[in-house]
T-cell receptor, first 110, second 114 residues
Framework: DQQVKQNSPSLSVQEGRISILNCDYT??????FLWYKKYPAEGPTFLISISSIKDKNEDGRFTVFLNKSAKHLSLHIVPSQPGDSAVYFC?????????FGAGTTVTVRA | DTAVSQTPKYLVTQMGNDKSIKCEQN?????MYWYKQDSKKFLKIMFS???????INETVPNRFSPKSPDKAHLNLHINSLELGDSAVYFC?????????????FGPGTRLTVL
């Protein structure tokens, strides 16, 4: 029973344009949301997070939006760069446990 | 200098064997985790240790036994390996046992059971 869902397995975007990654969740008790980035043959690395009491958090080119009423999270990357090509995992916490989505593979085209 | 390291990186073994995966973190963190990434790519928490004490055990078969000899190490021993155990196993650590602490992941161990 997956509580965090990333319905788009892949996304292709041109360099310099915006990448928008989406994530839906079913558990209203989640209190903290995160995005992780993963390159092949490496472990996930933390990218950005947002508390359930906020609706937006920005860090450089990365912005995360939270819509609690819709149980929806999104990550905006602007402008997209070739080094952003990776798998992006949405994750959420409840009771100190981290639940992950299946990931979205982003390919940035030159 | 790798923050969270795992050995081995690849492990190929026969059904029924017993194997161990080792994890070490040099970040001085109190909390360590084991995750399993299955064929559908979901990362699922298996165990969490805080200051060498087990705090999360997510209905993992008792063939899986984690051991934390000290705060910097969390090893995973698997008895009587089954085909369904084939997956990538990730170790992670965080500063404290807190929902908001960033978890740092190791590079993963790809286990293939034949």
């Amino acid at each position: 029973d997956q509580q965090v869902k990333q319905n788009s397995p892949s996304l292709s975007v041109q360099e310099g344009r915006i990448s928008i990654l989406n994530c839906d969740y079913t558990n209203s008790m989640f209190d903290y949301f995160l995005w992780y980035k993963k390159y092949p043959a490496e472990g996930p690395t933390f990218l950005i997070s947002i508390s359930s009491i906020k609706d937006k958090n920005e860090d450089g080119r990365f912005t995360v939006f939270l819509n609690k009423s819709a149980k929806h999270l999104s990550l905006h990357i602007v402008p997209s760069q070739p080094g952003d090509s990776a798998v992006y995992f949405c994750a959420a916490t409840q009771d100190y446990k981290l639940s992950f989505g299946a990931g979205t593979t982003v390919t940035v085209r030159a | 200098d790798t923050a969270v390291s795992q050995t081995p990186k690849y492990l190929v073994t026969q059904m029924g064997n017993d194997k161990s995966i080792k994890c070490e973190q040099n970040l001085g963190h109190d909390t360590m985790y084991w995750y399993k990434q299955d064929s559908k790519k979901f990362l699922k928490i298996m165990f969490s240790y805080n200051n060498k004490e087990l705090i999360i055990n997510e209905t993992v078969p008792n063939r899986f036994s984690p051991k934390s000899p000290d705060k910097a190490h969390l090893n995973l021993h698997i008895n009587s390996l089954e085909l369904g155990d084939s997956a990538v196993y990730f170790c992670a650590s965080s500063d404290t046992w807190s929902s908001t602490d960033t978890q740092y992941f190791g590079p993963g161990t790809r286990l293939t059971v034949l």
